[in-house]
């Protein structure tokens, strides 16, 4: 089954403890991304990568790293999680950035106390 | 400012009555516009993607319009089913030297009995 699989689902931590949330997908597509969903300002792209060792930053990257060290993985670090970084985050994976379908993982609800 | 803004914020209807959410976008330049559905909880799932060149696209009960010269987009639901209730957001991809996703905030749909 073609699907986006994040991990964990849910997570609660503490400020400045460095967490990575997985992703993979298993369609071979080349371009992958991180988004994080607020209640009243809707999905904000966070990083994203054309494919494999290309990344670039999208609207909201700071204080976050990706990697795309192979084609179906491509994790989020959060080096130092504060309070405002606690989101629910989506990863999503399409076979070409532009005008292909984007294929949404379940989401990551992340909690930073 | 790249924006795309979505009305109404939220919207009930009954069961087997038709709706249309707009959504209106100052993203350039322009790639391609894209409606997802979101259940609560869950990933955004696509519906259309239409590029520059395309007014009309459907998807079963759905239906997208795009009108390119004035930025507007319609998503409209025919006969409405209780799982149509959901988040139906509009998302505009630009196409800059990367590119960027820009998501407008949703529109709530309930779908009542």
């Known amino acids: 089954e073609a699907q986006v699989t994040q991990n964990p689902r849910y997570l609660i931590t503490v400020t400045g403890k460095k967490l990575t949330v997985t992703c993979s997908q298993n369609?071979?597509?080349?371009?992958m991304s991180w988004y994080r969903q607020d209640p009243g300002l809707g999905l904000r792209q966070i990083y994203y990568s054309m494919n494999v060792e290309v990344t670039d930053k999208g609207d909201v990257p700071e204080g976050y790293k990706v990697s795309r060290k192979e084609k179906r993985n491509f994790p989020l670090i959060l080096e130092s999680p504060s309070p405002n970084q606690t989101s629910l985050y989506f990863c999503?994976?399409?076979?070409?950035?532009?005008?292909?379908?984007?294929?949404f993982g379940q989401g990551t609800r992340l909690t930073v106390v | 400012k790249n924006q795309v803004e979505q009305s109404p914020q939220s919207l009930i209807i009954l069961e087997g009555k038709n709706c249309t959410l707009q959504?209106?976008?100052?993203?350039?330049?322009?790639?391609?516009l894209r409606w997802y559905k979101q259940d609560t909880g869950r990933g955004p799932v696509s519906l259309t993607i239409m590029t520059f060149s395309e007014n009309t696209k459907s998807n079963g009960r759905y239906t997208a319009t795009l009108d390119a010269d004035t930025k507007q987009s319609s998503l409209h639901i025919t006969a409405s089913q209780l799982s149509d209730s959901a988040s139906y957001i509009c998302?505009?991809?630009?196409?800059?030297?990367?590119?960027?996703?820009?998501f407008g905030a949703g529109t709530r749909l309930f779908v009542k009995a």
């Open positions: 959504c209106n976008y100052t993203v350039s330049p322009f790639s391609n």
């Open positions: 999503a994976s399409s076979l070409q950035g532009r005008g292909t379908e984007a294929f």
């Open positions: 998302v505009v991809i630009s196409n800059t030297g990367g590119f960027k996703t820009i």
């Open positions: 369609m071979n597509h080349e371009y």
